[in-house]
């Protein structure tokens, strides 16, 4: 590999794609030889055309990946850590890019601005596009409502126990504190902690706060963003949430916003930092309808009502902003303190509180949209890992806590599940043999699975691999549907509907 070509390929691209000025071109050159641990620069012809042709950066990632290997400047583990440093020097400064972001904004909407900012973050490689393009995606109609599934290829599977300890773990002197933290913006990385040398953000205020907005690198959906405190704090949904969520769809209409609720097995993954997930696609949620509607004689002017969804979530919407926030800090409070005994519900036991909300906020025109998300994180014998958590009978499919993402129906599964749905429909249509005792051993890659297999089999063999795979992902379809309703706090038994409408009596509401 010579590394002078690619130096001259790099400032090419970076032209192109990065907007380095013409005038910044010989300083660039020189910085890129230094890292390369080269003394003069590339003197020959050379033709560059491809590089106008490239939807992503990772012809050229693989190409400094191996000069860096080569040339000892990186081992196979740091190569990776060094190609994103590459692209963290050729990208521009965060200042630029928050001025930029901010023209943009300004001359030709906030959609132009997202445009621009996601751009850079797919063409400096901080967006693993081509990574994210190799998830398996399909979408499940299930009556009125419809889901949409993702088998992630690209990120670890976590417990609930590993996330739980994220609270309780001693911070130490680490630097920085955690991935989500502010001085990630440009930090080369380590063995332990992912390459941000390329990461840019863009600032913003939320509740009175500072903030700062940047791109999802795993991206589950359009223009994944992430809103994140600059103070390292704990995840708290509370009284103040609504207005830093208000603040927030002000600021970018054009994308919904959503926290996790702040208590685990029903938090999300991270919960030692404060942050938001939002984008511009929609949510299987978000087309959901009402079930029941309800009037208020405080809120006269929203339109509020229990969504037609699987888990138990109210919405309201209205234009007024201050009379959207008041009814969302009640709810809030409200559901804190909320116990329904006849529906597992117990709001805290001793000094450990059980009821959380992850609330979720979209801007349509002048309207703002509230759905309120209610969730429960108690256990008992029956139920260790959570009675509305994923109940054991679908935790092959996934144990992960179910999160804002998947509340709202983007199912985001383990990429196991993409070597093993293969192997059980090879089985079911006949192509693999089926030895049940062998599926007993726990360390057989099926064991999770073996009541799924049987249940197959016992509706009988697929007459070709493409059944057997459709008879899968209609499982798989049934199971994220049943795992949506082990997340509801309120049954769609008589039971349930008697607790939902007890919450919304206490909330002042009258069913119209």
């Known amino acids: 590999m010579d590394g002078r070509l690619l130096v001259e390929r790099l400032l090419v691209y970076a032209k192109t794609y990065l907007h380095l000025e013409d005038c910044d071109t010989d300083y660039m050159r020189n910085v890129l030889l230094s890292r390369f641990s080269l003394t003069d620069p590339y003197e020959g012809e050379a033709d560059f055309s491809d590089i106008g042709n490239m939807d992503v950066p990772d012809a050229l990632v693989a190409e400094i990946e191996e000069y860096a290997t080569e040339s000892a400047l990186a081992d196979e583990n740091g190569a990776e850590r060094f190609a994103a440093d590459i692209f963290g ?48 995606k399909w979408e499940y109609q299930d009556g009125a409502n419809r889901l949409e599934i993702t088998v992630n290829l690209s990120k670890p599977e976590k417990n609930n126990k590993d996330i739980a300890k994220l609270l309780t773990a001693p911070q130490g002197k680490k630097y920085p504190k955690c991935q989500l933290c502010k001085e990630n913006e440009g930090f080369e990385g380590t063995s ?44 708290n949904v509370n009284e103040r949430t609504p207005a830093k969520l208000l603040d927030f769809v002000d600021a970018f209409p054009n994308y919904f916003i959503g926290s996790n609720a702040s208590l685990p097995i029903v938090g999300g993954s991270i919960l030692n930092h404060e942050h938001f997930q939002g984008g511009l696609h929609l949510m299987p949620m978000h087309k959901a309808g009402y079930a029941k509607y309800y009037r208020s004689a405080q809120f006269a002017d929203l339109t509020i009502g229990i969504l037609d969804w699987y888990n138990s979530a109210i919405r309201f919407e209205g234009k007024n902003r201050e009379e959207v926030e008041a009814f969302a800090v ?45 969730r429960n994180n108690r256990t008992d014998d029956r139920y260790p890992d959570g009675i509305f958590h994923v109940h054991p009978e679908y935790q092959n499919i996934k144990s992960e ?27 079911l249509c006949g192509q693999a043999p089926y030895d049940p005792k062998a599926l007993e051993k726990a360390d057989h890659d099926l064991h999770v699975h073996k009541h799924m297999i049987a249940a197959l089999i016992a509706e009988g063999m697929a007459k070709d691999m493409q059944e057997a795979t459709m008879r899968c992902e209609a499982y798989v379809n049934k199971v994220c549907a049943a795992i949506l309703d082990n997340t509801a706090v309120f049954k769609k038994d008589q039971n349930g509907r008697n607790g939902f409408e007890k919450f919304m009596q206490m909330l002042s509401l009258e069913e119209v």
């Open 89 to 136: 020097i050729l990208t521009p400064l965060p200042s630029v890019i928050n001025e930029e972001f901010l023209r943009i904004k300004k001359s030709s909407g906030v959609q132009a601005a997202c445009d621009y900012l996601y751009a850079l973050c797919v063409k400096n490689y901080y967006i693993q596009k081509t990574a994210i393009g190799r998830n398996l």
């Open 401 to 427: 806590g179910i999160g804002l993402i998947e509340a709202m129906g983007l199912f985001i599964l383990p990429g196991r599940l993409k070597r093993q749905l293969e192997e059980i429909a090879r089985i």
């Open 330 to 374: 009640k709810a809030i409070a409200a559901w804190r303190d909320f116990s329904c005994p006849e529906c597992d519900i117990l709001c805290r036991t001793g000094e450990t509180q059980h009821n959380a909300v992850s609330p979720i906020l979209r801007k349509i025109g002048e309207l703002y949209s509230f759905t309120m998300i209610l």
């Open 192 to 235: 332990t902690h992912p390459a941000r040398r390329n990461l840019r953000t863009v600032k913003v205020k939320l509740g009175g706060e500072n903030w700062f907005v940047q791109y999802s690198p795993y991206a589950y959906y359009d223009e994944h963003c992430i809103a994140i405190n600059e103070a390292h704090v704990p995840m």
